[in-house]
């Protein structure tokens, strides 16, 4: 079913011709860029926009430029971001008020609005070129490059800067033999965590005879603190479909699903369009191009299960049954949905394909390490000044990530860790920052690639605590089938509750580490094998702090409510009565009227709302 | 109290001419009545041959699924680790503390309905407390307060453009 005007792209010749008609079209127009993914819309970035669409109508250049609305563009402490083409010139949070005035003076006059512009909070120098960014001048973004030039609801964008060319070059000469060969070629290994190469998971599925196959795509990205897969199913989701229609050729697979999380609305929603937009065009459906290629792809909702994340897990969940894991092997490539082989590779992984088919796959393996090419996509969270997405060639140092592209930590606070690899992964203590970061490197100091998150931890954050928190999310999560997840992750919950609580012991260090051990041996998936690195990683880093906890009865990050106390430093106090409010049991006074406010320790529960609430850093912890 | 089934035979038939996964078809129930009410997952295990077990069984294994109903308002708080470390708990703490119920709960009056999430993939704006589906980042307990009686206030206790 086409809708009036739009062009079927029935073979490589007429996609070939639509994107030089796009191109010509578009050479030498200005163009106004605004992201607006989760975060930019969270930030205003809707009010931003229906400024901008006002402001070019009154200027009467609503016709002469090209307003874009783009995905997330990384640089997430800054979204909405407003870019100016071709200049370059950017503005980071601009007020929907200073939209006019910007379009004017900047888009129309050329000049630079100093005060509005984006300042390196380490050198205090403004920053007017987008491209001179220091957050993005260290990184090489391959994957999410894309997502600044592209409208993930417009196929046109994405035709515009080349889309769907890999696949035409494929269907147009390439056997799918040879597309295995280059794949494995490359180095590719999966970015969902487990690190197989893809390659060789492909030539497996192709491998098994004949018959009905299917390709997913696993976007049920559910380590907390990491959300690459969101940028890009939300930013560039025709990236990840051509992955999976060349991934669909190689192993010679018919009908698809990307099984994406609930819990991210815009990429559900944008992926539906991708799909609808590709199905319009021939891009997906029956003869692509002209070719024997068909394929067809669904779109799978979680409900909501971390272990859905486990492949097999998954697989039950698409078919509809409780999402829990099963014994490995058969592997999916052998066995998979609805009994049948199936490659199921993540976001990111796919989004590599058609880059590598492109470049060439000896480009691909020119970048990274020895054993871990490309680039990897790290979501850089928590403590630190530039929350973001990163993108760098496997191998960089943590260092480089987290001080020179993240900018350190933020109010002068000290470095203490990176947690990586999310509830499977561990942390990486300040003596490791020199580590070259791989695959490889990762698992050897007991943390792991995972998905990519890289939570920061400063001096305030209690290594305990967080691994506490690990063990409360995979206790939620655990499945459930096997008892020594089931029971053991329960027990070690327990165990670090009562560390944090102050009624710890000794001998619950021991107990911790055997609780582990027994975990890892005892269960069937990842999700239970690897369930202990939180709490072996913490320990084998941090024990100190694990031992003043149970020795001292202190928490030195003061975070643990049963062993800090609170205290108001006059000094600093502005009465400003904000700590008052949120205070749950009247344990403050003063704090307004000009007296310094002052916590009265027997009422006080050490909840922390007045230290989180304190706007002047008055509230001290000890 | 009694419930509309209406929709139930309609999903069903969708479902019997091949729509879907039971997974799908909960989400579309749960879409239809805000939640998953016991009359309606008997009359579907009726309707489409499952037994009500394995219905069950769906509903309680996926966090997404709820067998109680909402409140007027969901106050949903991030607690992935990045807003855990950014003070997430004490938002959370907080929240439980006012409303007076533990998360996954409905206040008495079934204004709010308190829920956790593990990550909603904003990062970079944690603390992250969502309010009827609109994010607000860098939340601190004092800035939520305003938030939720704002919501309560507006005429027939909806937020505006709803």
């Known amino acids: 079913m086409i809708a009036p005007g739009v062009k079927l792209l029935d073979s490589v010749a007429r996609l070939e011709a639509r994107r030089d008609e796009l191109v010509s079209a578009r050479a030498g127009r200005p163009c106004v860029i605004v992201s607006a993914s989760t975060c930019g819309t969270a930030n205003g970035a809707e009010e931003l926009i229906r400024a901008l669409q006002d402001g070019?109508?009154?200027?009467?250049?609503?016709?002469?430029?090209?307003?874009?609305?783009?995905?997330?563009?990384?640089?997430?402490?800054?979204?909405?971001?407003?870019?100016?083409?071709p200049s370059n010139m950017f503005y980071p949070r601009p007020a929907p008020g200073q939209a006019r005035r910007l379009l004017e003076e900047s888009l129309l006059g050329g000049k630079v609005v100093e005060e509005m512009c984006y300042r390196d909070p380490r050198t205090g120098q403004s920053v007017w070129r987008i491209d001179r960014?220091?957050?993005?001048?260290?990184?090489?973004?391959?994957?999410?490059?894309?997502?600044?030039?592209?409208?993930?609801?417009?196929?046109?964008?994405?035709?515009?800067?080349?889309?769907?060319?890999?696949?035409?070059?494929?269907?147009?000469?390439?056997?799918?033999?040879?597309?295995?060969?280059?794949?494995?070629?490359?180095?590719?290994?999966g970015r969902g965590g487990g690190g197989f190469p893809t390659g060789r998971k492909w030539r497996i599925c192709r491998s098994k005879a004949g018959g009905k196959k299917y390709i997913i795509c696993n976007a049920d990205e559910g380590d907390p603190g990491a959300y690459m897969d969101r940028s890009i199913l939300e930013g560039n989701p025709h990236s990840v479909l051509e992955g999976m229609l060349i991934g669909a050729y190689a192993i010679g697979?018919?009908?698809?699903?990307?099984?994406?999380?609930?819990?991210?609305?815009?990429?559900?929603?944008?992926?539906?369009?991708?799909?609808?937009?590709?199905?319009?065009r021939g891009l997906l459906g029956d003869g692509i191009f002209g070719s024997k290629l068909n394929l067809r792809v669904h779109v799978s909702r979680g409900a909501g299960a971390f272990v859905c994340g486990e492949e097999t897990a998954l697989i039950a969940s698409v078919e509809g049954r409780l999402g829990t894991p099963s014994p490995r092997p058969p592997y999916p490539a052998e066995r998979g949905l609805w009994g049948k082989p199936t490659v199921i590779n993540n976001v990111e992984t796919w989004a590599n394909v058609p880059l590598i088919i492109a470049r060439g796959a000896e480009w691909f393996a020119g970048?990274?390490?020895?054993?871990?090419?490309?680039?990897?996509?790290?979501?850089?969270?928590?403590?630190?000044?530039?929350?973001?997405?990163?993108?760098?060639?496997?191998?960089?140092?943590?260092?480089?990530?987290?001080?020179?592209?993240?900018?350190?930590?933020?109010?002068?606070?000290?470095?203490?860790?990176?947690?990586?690899?999310?509830?499977?992964?561990?942390?990486?203590?300040?003596?490791?920052?020199?580590?070259?970061?791989?695959?490889?490197?990762?698992?050897?100091?007991?943390?792991?690639?995972?998905?990519?998150?890289?939570?920061?931890?400063?001096?305030?954050?209690?290594?305990?605590?967080?691994?506490?928190?690990?063990?409360?999310?995979?206790?939620?999560?655990?499945?459930?089938?096997?008892?020594?997840?089931?029971?053991?992750?329960?027990?070690?919950?327990?165990?670090?509750?009562?560390?944090?609580?102050?009624?710890?012991?000794?001998?619950?260090?021991?107990?911790?580490?055997?609780?582990?051990?027994?975990?890892?041996?005892?269960?069937?998936?990842?999700?239970?094998?690897?369930?202990?690195?939180?709490?072996?990683?913490?320990?084998?880093?941090?024990?100190?702090?694990?031992?003043?906890?149970?020795?001292?009865?202190?928490?030195?990050?003061?975070?643990?409510?049963?062993?800090?106390?609170?205290?108001?430093?006059?000094?600093?106090?502005?009465a400003c009565g904000r700590c008052l409010k949120v205070c749950p049991t009247a344990a403050i006074t003063g704090g307004e009227k000009k007296v310094p406010a002052k916590i009265l320790p027997d009422k006080c529960i050490h909840c922390r709302a007045c230290f989180e609430t304190c706007p002047f850093d008055a509230v001290t912890i000890t | 109290m009694s419930v509309d089934l209406e929709p139930v035979t309609r999903l069903s038939q969708q479902h019997r001419s091949g729509g879907g996964s039971l997974v799908m078809l909960l989400q579309e129930v749960q879409a239809q009545y805000g939640y998953l009410p016991a009359e309606v997952l008997k009359a579907l295990s009726r309707e489409i041959d499952v037994p009500l077990a394995r219905l069950y069984g769906l509903a309680t294994f996926y966090r997404s699924f709820s067998l109680t109903p909402r409140g007027r308002h969901e106050v949903t708080v991030c607690t992935g680790t990045a807003c855990h470390v950014r003070g997430a708990a004490t938002l959370l703490e907080h929240l439980q503390r006012k409303l007076k119920v533990a998360a996954g709960g409905t206040t008495a009056d079934g204004e709010f309905t308190l829920v956790t999430v593990n990550c909603l993939g904003a990062c970079a704006m944690g603390p992250i407390l969502v309010l009827d589906g609109v994010y607000h980042g860098k939340m601190t307990a004092d800035k939520v307060d305003p938030m939720l009686g704002a919501v309560t206030r507006q005429p027939g206790g909806k937020l505006d453009g709803e």
């Open chain 1, 56 to 85: 070019l109508k009154q200027l009467g250049l609503a016709d002469r430029v090209d307003l874009r609305v783009t995905g997330c563009l990384g640089f997430c402490e800054q979204e909405p971001l407003l870019i100016f083409r």
């Open chain 1, 133 to 189: 960014l220091p957050f993005y001048g260290r990184q090489q973004r391959l994957v999410l490059g894309a997502n600044m030039e592209v409208d993930p609801c417009s196929i046109d964008d994405y035709l515009a800067i080349g889309g769907y060319g890999a696949l035409a070059m494929v269907l147009a000469g390439a056997t799918p033999e040879r597309v295995i060969q280059q794949v494995e070629a490359s180095g590719l290994r």
């Open chain 1, 253 to 280: 697979a018919d009908e698809g699903y990307v099984y994406v999380r609930a819990e991210y609305p815009l990429a559900v929603r944008n992926i539906h369009l991708a799909i609808d937009q590709a199905t319009e």
């Open chain 1, 367 to 574: 970048i990274g390490t020895e054993n871990s090419k490309g680039t990897k996509v790290f979501s850089l969270v928590g403590k630190i000044n530039n929350t973001g997405l990163v993108e760098v060639p496997m191998g960089t140092r943590l260092r480089e990530i987290v001080f020179d592209i993240g900018g350190g930590m933020p109010e002068g606070r000290h470095f203490k860790a990176v947690q990586t690899g999310g509830p499977s992964g561990g942390v990486i203590p300040e003596s490791l920052l020199d580590l070259p970061i791989d695959f490889d490197a990762l698992t050897e100091v007991g943390a792991m690639m995972g998905s990519g998150g890289m939570i920061v931890m400063d001096d305030r954050t209690c290594i305990v605590d967080v691994a506490r928190y690990f063990m409360n999310f995979l206790r939620e999560e655990s499945c459930g089938k096997c008892t020594p997840c089931r029971e053991g992750i329960k027990n070690m919950l327990a165990v670090l509750t009562r560390i944090c609580e102050g009624k710890g012991g000794v001998e619950d260090i021991t107990r911790l580490e055997r609780l582990a051990r027994g975990v890892k041996a005892g269960s069937l998936c990842g999700l239970g094998t690897t369930a202990p690195n939180p709490v072996l990683s913490t320990l084998r880093y941090f024990k100190d702090e694990y031992m003043a906890h149970v020795v001292d009865k202190r928490c030195p990050a003061g975070v643990c409510t049963a062993l800090i106390s609170l205290s108001i430093d006059e000094g600093k106090c502005k």
